[in-house]
T-cell receptor
Framework: DVKVTQSSRYLVKRTGEKVFLECVQD?????MFWYRQDPGLGLRLIYF???????EKGDIPEGYSVSREKKERFSLILESASTNQTSMYLC??????????????FGPGTRLLVL | DAKTTQPNSMESNEEEPVHLPCNHS???????IHWYRQLPSQGPEYVIH???SNVNNRMASLAIAEDRKSSTLILHRATLRDAAVYYC???????????FGTGTRLKVLA
């Protein structure tokens, strides 16, 4: 059974803290994604990683960075958390694009509250 | 900018068919349409995808308009376990970009 796991389901942090969200997939997928999900806005892409050490900015990268040192792990970093980063964060993975649509597999999400 | 539009919510009676609409008027010729659903406290999961022709799988059917500017996800017999938020997604061809709609919350009444 395919699996994407996220390090925490719920997280509470203070403004200005550095926050690490971890995502691990066991499917040997090349591509990984970080999205944030907000009411009325759907899912918006923060960062995408093609493969190890490869990344692309998504639609809302400001205030975030990412790290992909191993194929199975993709980390999202909030350099200095702010209250407007309170949200649900979803990680996903898929095999690399080869001309046909590929399913994205999502983790259960991390609900982050920044106080 | 690419955009997909869905109704915020819909209701259905159990064991009746449900038609969930989506508008994607900015779609280009090779962009695929995907549908995912998100059950409570879970991440989204794949339901179905298509390009031009109507598609069927064990979960649902996807009807795509001839001009491709809209599509409809069809659940043939809704069950209580189908209560979820359904997302219509435009996958920009050849890219990593998926344009998510805001989702339709489906309520199934017993």
């Amino acid at each position: 059974d395919v699996k994407v796991t996220q390090s925490s389901r719920y997280l509470v942090k203070r403004t200005g803290e550095k926050v690490f969200l971890e995502c691990v997939q066991d499917m040997d997928h090349e591509n990984m994604f970080w999205y944030r999900q907000d009411p009325g806005l759907g899912l918006r892409l923060i960062y995408f990683s093609y493969d190890v050490k490869m990344k692309e900015k998504g639609d809302i990268p400001e205030g975030y960075s990412v790290s992909r040192e191993k194929k199975e792990r993709f980390s999202l970093i909030l350099e200095s958390a702010s209250t407007n980063q309170t949200s649900m964060y979803l990680c996903a993975s898929r095999v690399k694009w080869q001309g046909a649509p590929e399913t994205q597999y999502f983790g259960p999400g991390t609900r982050l509250l920044v106080l | 900018d690419a955009k997909t539009t869905q109704p915020n919510s819909m209701e259905s009676n159990e064991e009746e068919p449900v038609h969930l609409p989506c508008n994607h008027s900015t779609i280009s010729g090779t962009d695929y349409i995907h549908w995912y659903r998100q059950l409570p406290s879970q991440g989204p999961e794949y339901v179905i995808h298509g390009l031009t022709s109507n598609v069927n799988n064990r979960m649902a059917s996807l009807a795509i308009a001839e001009d491709r500017k809209s599509s409809t996800l069809i659940l043939h017999r809704a069950t209580l376990r189908d209560a979820a938020v359904y997302y219509c997604i435009q996958h920009l061809s050849g890219t990593y970009k998926y344009i998510f709609g805001t989702g339709t919350r489906l309520k199934v009444l017993a």
